[in-house]
């Protein structure tokens, strides 16, 4: 019995009992896997599981403010 491997289509793929579109991924038996792989048609899909660390978020700092208004001229925003 062969092994069965899991695959993503690259294209769609149909026939009498099937029907999928690029990106679906299913198990095929390992010889028809990599005659499809070779082809160009799948490509295998990493069984490994990545476990990622979650980040937590931080209180938001904002800075000192600051005075937009100068306190050269008179303040009619000329010169």
Known sequence: MLA?????L???LSGP???LDPGDERDFPQDE???LISAGFAAPVAEIKI????QVPTAERRG???NV???DGDGSGNG
């Open 4 to 8: 069965k491997v899991l695959i993503r």
């Open 10 to 12: 690259l294209v769609g």
């Open 17 to 19: 009992a099937i029907l």
């Open 33 to 35: 896997a990599l005659r």
């Open 51 to 54: 476990e990622r660390a979650v």
């Open 64 to 66: 000192r403010k600051r």
């Open 69 to 71: 208004v100068s306190g």
